[in-house]
Nanobody
Framework: QVQLVESGGGLVQAGGSLRLSCAVSVRTFSSYTMGWFRQALGKEREFVAAITWRHGNIHYADSLKGRFTISRDIAKNTVYLQMNSLKPEDTAVYYC?????????????????WGQGTQVTVSS
């Protein structure tokens, strides 16, 4: 059983920053991937970033590389998404997700558990 609890969303002006957190509770697995996805209103959910838990290998959506940073704190069992230089088009519900795979997948179907989502709204 895996539980994910997200926090950190909110309203921010364009150009601002936010940091999302996702606390993960997982038993028996020592090697897995944590990912972030987002879904804007009326659009499909899209990959944002992923990090492999054991080795810390990181993957980003090409369009977000340089503005978003994914990281993990193993001691706190928490994954973070630091978002800088936010734009109105970054407005979406952001989800953290857990995958039993260890290679850092970018595909929604490769993730087994999902957080409840947190709203990020960027005003212009």
């Amino acid at each position: 059983q895996v539980q994910l609890v997200e926090s950190g969303g909110g309203l921010v002006q364009a150009g601002g920053s936010l940091r999302l957190s996702c606390a993960v509770s997982v038993r028996t697995f020592s090697s897995y991937t944590m990912g972030w996805f987002r879904q804007a209103l009326g659009k499909e959910r899209e990959f944002v970033a992923a990090i492999t838990w054991r080795h810390g290998n990181i993957h980003y959506a090409d369009s977000l590389k340089g503005r978003f940073t994914i990281s993990r704190d193993i001691a706190k069992n928490t994954v973070y998404l630091q978002m800088n230089s936010l734009k109105p088009e970054d407005t979406a519900v952001y989800y953290c997700a857990w995958s039993r795979t260890a290679w850092g997948p970018r595909t929604e179907g490769d993730y087994d558990y999902w957080g409840q989502g947190t709203q990020v709204t960027v005003s212009s």
